[in-house]
Nanobody, 119 residues
Framework: QVQLVESGGGSVQAGGSLRLSCAVSGRTFALGWFRQSPGKERVFVAAVNWGGDNILYADGVKGRFTISGDNAKTTVSLQMNSLKPEDTGVYFC???????????????WGQGTQVTVSS
């Protein structure tokens, strides 16, 4: 069993930065971040394995967001820079057996943390 707890959400103006963290307990291979915007389906943002040698980003966040895991394998972070209003949504941390863009690959999910970017 894997438990995930997100933190670090908040409200910022466009162009600002936020750092999300996900506390991980239990064994897992890959961690991902997904976003659900109001009235929309949940979408992939970024994913990484604990070794850090396999990383995926959604096209819309490349160059602005950075995903990383710590050496202790207890926390995965998402550094979000140059935030845009379209980045607004609830961000979910997810754990699974492989680094992938597909939601169904991830078996365990956190409760989510709200990010609001105003123009």
């Amino acid at each position: 069993q894997v438990q995930l707890v997100e933190s670090g959400g908040g409200s910022v103006q466009a162009g600002g930065s936020l750092r999300l963290s996900c506390a991980v307990s239990g064994r897992t291979f890959a961690l991902g971040w997904f976003r659900q915007s109001p009235g929309k389906e949940r979408v992939f943002v970024a994913a990484v394995n604990w070794g850090g040698d396999n990383i995926l980003y959604a096209d819309g966040v490349k160059g602005r967001f950075t995903i990383s895991g710590d050496n202790a394998k207890t926390t995965v972070s998402l550094q979000m820079n140059s935030l845009k209003p379209e980045d607004t949504g609830v961000y979910f941390c997810a754990a699974g057996g492989m680094v992938h863009r597909t939601e169904s690959v991830y078996r365990f999910w956190g409760q989510g943390t709200q990010v609001t970017v105003s123009s």
